[in-house]
């Protein structure tokens, strides 16, 4: 992290333009971790700018207006260099991504997904750490390795980014609560935090969840309960609502003009024991379906084309192998 850091105060004390983008319908832990990196790099020197590809999740809206920060949607590409944050791979950015493979600025990736070897290939600077449970705290290690402090409103988004990511730390490791300590002492308000990421119920979501139970398609694999489901939006949510009801792996997918969508999750135990990492299955699966794929070990997604029955024989019989006992 210290030639990473290196590298990015020198182009900072250089005043050097800099675009820090985000994924698509970014959440909370991009939003986050774009926005302070982009705020300490301007007080190194730089002109850097924070960017989002197409969208901010609805919790996202909610929590800049909390705050009272702004971040651009599909800002123009004229910076000589280009900051990834919580971006695995070129496809989660759309057309912006298409724009970038044109363009080809300097690309510096920092991620904390499983890393993929296209994008390695791409950037002249390629940081991924898996190991940390959300990219915030991977941003606030790197802060700091910038010999800075995130100010107590960053160091909030920062928390905001954290406690989403790792669902109210139900997916917490040690160093996030390492993290979380450190930056509640930067002047964190926490009640305000959590109001920020609060939404009003969404009727919506719940008929969504209900669907997604009603329409389980359910299979005992090496005793494991693997289901699998299909729904329109949101796909994450039921994903992770199948899992907390009873399911080994939840896989919900969509299909919508020959273009498909998987989102899946799988409860800790199994990944600790088989060593069964949805963001490697998921990485497969785009592939094979002509898209990309990735994530974390328990909580990953892909995009791809062809039909949603054949990604989930392709699901199931990969499920088979990956499900098996250790000997």
């Given at each position: 992290m210290k030639e990473l850091a290196n590298f990015l105060a020198?182009?900072?004390?250089?005043?050097?333009?800099?675009?820090?983008?985000c994924h698509h319908n970014a959440d909370p832990d991009a939003v986050a971790s774009a926005i302070v990196l982009t705020e300490v790099l301007n007080r190194l020197g730089a002109r850097a700018k924070a960017g989002v590809s197409e969208s901010l999740s609805l919790i996202s809206q909610n929590l800049l207006r909390a705050f009272g920060r702004e971040i651009a949607i599909n800002p123009p590409l004229?910076?000589?260099?280009?900051?990834?944050?919580?971006?695995?791979?070129?496809?989660?950015?759309?057309?912006?991504?298409?724009?970038?493979?044109?363009?080809?600025?300097?690309?510096?990736?920092?991620?904390?997904?499983?890393?993929v070897e296209a994008m390695k290939q791409l950037a002249s600077f390629y940081f991924v750490q898996e190991e940390f449970a959300s990219e915030s705290e991977l941003i606030l290690q790197l802060v700091r390795k910038l010999g800075a402090e995130p100010t107590p409103e960053g160091a909030s988004l920062l928390l905001a980014g954290i406690i989403s990511d790792t669902a109210h730390f139900r997916f917490a490791k040690d160093q996030t609560f390492e993290a979380v300590n450190s930056l509640i002492k930067a002047g964190v308000n926490y009640r305000r935090v959590l109001e920020a990421l609060r939404l009003p119920e969404d009727p919506s979501k719940r008929v969504a969840m209900l669907k997604a139970a009603q329409r389980v398609e359910l299979?005992?694999?090496?005793?494991?309960?693997?289901?699998?489901?299909?729904?329109?939006?949101?796909?994450?949510?039921a994903a992770s609502m199948l899992v907390r009801i009873g399911a080994d792996v939840a896989?919900?997918?969509?299909?919508?003009?020959?273009?498909?969508?998987?989102?899946?999750?799988?409860?800790?135990?199994?990944?600790?024991?088989?060593?069964?990492?949805?963001?490697?299955?998921?990485e497969e699966l785009g592939k094979q379906f002509g898209g990309?794929?990735?994530?974390?070990?328990?909580?990953?997604?892909?995009?791809?084309?062809?039909?949603l029955e054949e990604a989930k024989k392709y699901l199931f019989k990969a499920l088979q192998q990956k499900l098996k006992p250790k000997e």
């Open positions: 020198g182009a900072a004390e250089r005043g050097q333009q800099i675009l820090v983008l004229e910076a000589g260099l280009v900051v990834l944050v919580d971006t695995s791979s070129l496809e989660h950015l759309g057309k912006l991504g298409e724009q970038l493979e044109q363009k080809a600025p300097k690309l510096v990736v920092i991620d904390h997904h499983r890393p299979r005992r694999i090496h005793g494991r309960l693997v289901v699998l489901s299909e729904l329109g939006s949101f796909e994450g949510d896989i919900v997918g969509s299909e919508e003009k020959g273009r498909i969508r998987l989102s899946g999750r799988a409860r800790q135990e199994i990944l600790k024991t088989l060593g069964l990492h949805l963001g490697e299955l998921m990309s794929g990735g994530g974390h070990a328990g909580a990953a997604s892909m995009n791809g084309e062809g039909e």
